[in-house]
């Protein structure tokens, strides 16, 4: 059997998560709940950044910034949400938001009014494709 990637990690992570959840339920913001989702992970010995800044470039011009709300371990990029449900538009953005960083893991975790849910990306195998196609092309 494959092992998931930072499945460690990832299974500590979703566990904190239930816990805050459980704790403030779909009641807060997402500044909030990414304040004591940093406080968690730092007490189990994570390494956490909180709004680290990605500059964006297209054609070699700096374009923008991308601000994920937490890094874990410099591996896992998290992105939170809270309200009622995630959207596909919250999906692809997403998406593009892991492709736009050198993370392989990312996770999509929204604290709604209903219940968690945890979407769990991985951008690994697409990314090395578009290296290859991108060098065999030049």
Not at 9 to 14: F, L, N, S, V
Not at 27 to 55: C, D, M, N, T, Y
Request: net charge positive.
């Amino acid at each position: 059997m494959e092992e998931l990637l930072y499945e460690k990690e990832t299974y500590t992570i979703r566990g904190v998560c239930f816990k805050i959840w459980k704790e403030f339920g779909g009641a807060f913001k997402e500044s909030i709940v990414e304040k004591a989702l940093v406080i968690e992970l730092k007490e189990l010995g994570f390494g956490v950044e909180s709004q680290k800044r990605f500059p964006i470039f297209y054609k070699g011009n700096k374009v923008g910034v991308y601000v994920p709300d937490i890094i874990v371990d410099n591996k896992i990029l998290i992105e939170l949400k809270s309200k009622e449900f995630i959207t596909k538009g919250d999906q692809k953005t997403f998406w593009h938001y892991l492709k736009a960083t050198d993370y392989k893991l990312g996770l999509l975790i929204n604290f709604g009014p209903e219940k968690l849910e945890i979407k769990r990306r991985i951008y690994d195998t697409a990314r090395e494709k578009q290296r290859n196609s991108a060098s065999s092309s030049a």
